[in-house]
Structure formats: C-alpha cells, structure tokens
C-alpha cells in the first residue's frame, strides 16, 4: 500500500492550482504572440503581381462604331449592269468609279437633246437676222413717209411684220431654254447609270457582277466603310444618367480580364432617347431593362473592327500601372 505522502504530484491537491495557472498563462502569450505577429505586416500591401484596384464611376457595355455607321449603296437607275470596278477590301476614293450600266440608251437621249438644242439656237438666230432687218425696213419706211415720198400702209405692214419677228424670237429664246434644259435632264441621266464612291472608303461588301440585272429596289450593291474616326456606343443604364457628363474620361477594353487591351476615351455626347439594352446577354434583363445611348471618342486613333464589343468603364481612375507577373 502506497504511504500518503507518496502519491504522484499531479494527483496532489497543491499541484493543481499551480498547473491551471501555467495552463492559462502559455495560452495568454500564444495569443499575443499570434496578435504581435499580424501587426508587423501592412494590411493593405497587395499580394506580389497583383493588378491595383481601380474606381469607376459607372460601368456600361458598347461597341464600336463610326458616326453615320456603313453605307449602303445601290443603283439609282434600273438597268444591266455593264462593268463592276471594284473588289471587297479595295481601298475607294471620293467620286471613284463603283460600278456603271449599259449606258448606250442614256447616251442616245443624250445626243438627241443636243441636237434640239442645235436647232433651236439655230432658230433663234434666224429670227434674230429677219427682226433687224424688219426694224431697218420699217425705220426707212416711216422717214420715207415722213418726208411726203412713202405710203403710209407700207411702213404699217413693216411694223407689223417686224413685231411678229419679235415675238417669234421670243418664242424661239424660250424652245432654246427649254431644250438646254433637256439636255441637262439627259445628261443627268446619263451619270445615273454610273456608281461613284461619294468618299474615301474602304469596300466591305459586293453583291453585283457584269451582266445582273438591278434597280434601286434590288437592294445594296456595296457596303462602304468610311474612312472616319472610331467611336464607341456604350448603352448607359438610366440610374447613370444624371452621373455622366460630356467630357468624362473612360476606359475602354475588350473584356473583363485585366490582360485584355484596354484604350482610352472621352465621353463626346448623351442621348436625349431611352431605348432597350441591346447589347445585355441575359435576355430577360435585356427586355427589361432601360438605356441611354452614350457616345464616346477615343483620345488617340484607333483601328478596331466595327461591331467589336467593348466594355466602358466611366470615370476610371487607377492608382498606378500594374507591376508584370513573374510567373
């Protein structure tokens, strides 16, 4: 049998005070060591390559787009076409030949208005020549009658006969104005059966070959791209409105993730019209929801696609540039 004052010192009364206070007393330290540890690094020091955290004011999706947009042209007379002169990709000057119609019929009209024309001067002249010799004839006339040696009826037939030339002239100045005019009529006419560029261009598109026959309801025969500066139609949700202004910097870039291109831009101009969320993906929100066209230009010229969509973050203002990966 164990004497008393043998027994083991963790089941001795004395002993368990003292172990409870050695207990509590390493737990307290672990803690403000633990405490010590996380204040000696900064809170807000950002993980190594990550990209700083920017400020938008709003946030709205758009595209790109050029002021006026594409332009579609078609033949402004019905017709065959005779010659197509250009290729898509083909880079077009103002007033360039596009594409052009059997053009004989035009001409044809156009050389017998000429010849109307040629008549009628021709006319007018004649007449002019029988008027000043009608005027000299009746001048004479009406001093020979004056001075006792002339009939009077011969110098009033004179008068009358020149007054009759007067008033064919007139008649004949006014055929000439007339077939002037359709000489003009035919050579406009004649220029509708061609197709020009009306700009520096760049062809998209061409739907017409020698030999089709077209009219101005056929459709577009090309589709021009302008060659104009870049914008960016973003669609601005109405709880924006008010916050956006002319003016305003924006980031432009071709998605969400930070290693997407992005550009800068200004906003030009904010519609006075809601319209619908044409560029929401969920189609619900897209049926739903209300939005002002925003256009913006960019600060320096850019050569994006046409239809490319973008995301625009208004306002945006970045700490700094973010430090490259090193991965």
Excluded at 67 to 84: D, Y
Excluded at 224 to 241: C, G, H, M, T, Y
Excluded at 272 to 295: F, I, K
Excluded at 304 to 326: H, Y
Aim: glycine content about 6%.
């Amino acid at each position: 049998m164990t004497p008393p004052d043998t027994k083991p010192l963790a089941n001795h009364r004395s002993w368990r005070p003292r172990e409870t206070g050695l207990l509590r007393f390493g737990g307290v330290a672990l803690s403000l060591a633990w405490l010590l540890a996380g204040c000696s690094s900064p809170a807000d020091a950002p993980a190594e390559g990550a990209r700083p955290a920017a400020t938008y004011t709003a946030v709205a999706r758009g595209r790109i787009d050029i002021e006026g947009g594409l332009l579609a042209l078609s033949m402004p007379r019905e017709g065959t076409l005779a010659t197509v002169a250009v290729r898509e990709g083909d880079q077009v000057k103002k007033d360039q030949l596009l594409a052009a119609l059997d053009a004989e019929p035009a001409r044809l009209a156009v050389d017998a208005a000429q010849a109307q024309l040629d008549q009628a001067q021709a006319q007018w002249k004649l007449l002019g020549v029988k008027r000043a010799a009608a005027k000299q004839r009746t001048a004479r006339l009406v001093a020979a009658v004056a001075a006792g040696a002339g009939d009077g009826q011969s110098a009033d037939d004179a008068r009358e006969a020149a007054a009759q030339l007067d008033a064919e002239q007139q008649a004949a100045h006014a055929a000439t104005s007339m077939a002037s005019q359709k000489l003009a009529e035919a050579r406009y006419e004649l220029k509708q059966r061609s197709l020009l560029a009306p700009f520096d261009a760049e062809v998209v598109h061409v739907a017409a070959q020698p030999g089709a026959s077209v009219s101005p309801s056929s459709g577009a025969l090309f589709t021009l791209l302008p060659q104009k500066p870049r914008i960016v139609r973003a669609e601005l949700n109405e709880s924006f409105v008010g916050v956006i202004k002319p003016g305003m910097h924006a980031d432009v870039s071709s998605g969400n993730d930070a290693a997407t291109a992005h550009w800068s831009a200004h906003v030009l101009r904010i519609s006075q019209v809601y319209g619908p969320a044409t560029l929401e993906n969920d189609p619900q929100v897209r049926a739903n929801a209300r939005t002002v066209e925003c256009v913006l230009a960019f600060d320096q010229p850019q050569s994006l696609l046409i239809g490319q969509r973008v995301m625009v973050r208004f306002g945006a203002t970045p700490a700094s540039a973010a430090a490259p990966s090193k991965d």
